[in-house]
């Protein structure tokens, strides 16, 4: 089998296999993308405080401020 058949077959498959792709509704989208929002939201959130703690505490132990 040369290398353009293998190739022709393998994008057959790849076709096949997108064929069968379920896509999501616009409702089950817009709520997916609310949930990753809210959740991208929340760690911003904890990431932030946890950035301001330590922030305060180096510039408590090491600067002496």
Same mark, same amino acid.
């Given at each position: 089998m *040369?290398? &353009?058949?293998?190739?022709?077959r393998?994008?057959?498959h790849v076709i096949d296999e997108a064929k069968k792709v379920v896509w999501p509704t616009r409702?089950?989208?817009m709520e997916? *993308? !609310? /949930? /990753?929002i809210g959740a991208l939201l929340v760690t911003l959130v904890i990431v932030?405080? !946890?950035? =301001? &703690?330590l922030a =305060?505490?180096?510039k408590r132990a090491i600067l002496g401020v």
């Amino acid at each position: 089998m *040369s290398q &353009v058949q293998r190739a022709k077959r393998y994008i057959g498959h790849v076709i096949d296999e997108a064929k069968k792709v379920v896509w999501p509704t616009r409702q089950q989208l817009m709520e997916h *993308s !609310i /949930v /990753v929002i809210g959740a991208l939201l929340v760690t911003l959130v904890i990431v932030a405080g !946890i950035d =301001y &703690v330590l922030a =305060y505490f180096v510039k408590r132990a090491i600067l002496g401020v």
